[in-house]
């Protein structure tokens, strides 16, 4: 299986955006999930996991005005980003951990064993 990321774009700072991940080839139901984050010349940032059983873990920097959700398309998982700043120009990527028996324990990127390629959010001032 895979997954692919989409509905990055460029927005006005204030704006919103919904990102989906599809995962295709398994059902992600099973397996804990996370967004996560890169800006160039930054590391990696961690965001929001969900686990089989819908359960959330947020990052504590990022509540507040992100929400992961699962998608109304079969096998989607989407992360709707409020009140966008410059600062969260970055690649967004969705992960998943590598067996439908490891738990959630929050976006660490060293848990998760699958990533996306990834799409480009772009906030203008």
């Known amino acids: 299986g895979r997954l692919v990321e989409s509905g990055g774009g460029s927005v006005q700072a204030g704006g919103s955006l919904r990102l989906s991940c599809a995962a295709i080839?398994?059902?992600?139901?099973?397996?804990?999930m996370a967004w996560f984050r890169q800006a160039p010349g930054k590391e990696r940032e961690g965001i929001a996991s969900?686990?089989?059983?819908?359960?959330?873990i947020y990052a504590d920097s990022m509540k507040g005005r992100f929400t992961i959700s699962r998608g109304n398309a079969q096998y989607t998982l989407n992360l709707l980003m409020r009140s966008l700043k410059p600062e969260d120009t970055a690649m967004y990527y969705c992960?998943?951990?590598?067996?439908?028996?490891?738990?959630?324990?929050?976006?660490?990127?060293?848990?998760?064993?699958?990533w996306g390629q990834g799409t480009q959010v772009t906030v203008s001032s």
């Open positions: 969900m686990d089989s059983d819908g359960s959330t």
């Open positions: 992960a998943r951990r590598a067996n439908s028996w490891d738990r959630c324990r929050g976006p660490d990127s060293l848990d998760f064993d699958y």
């Open positions: 080839g398994y059902n992600y139901d099973d397996y804990c």
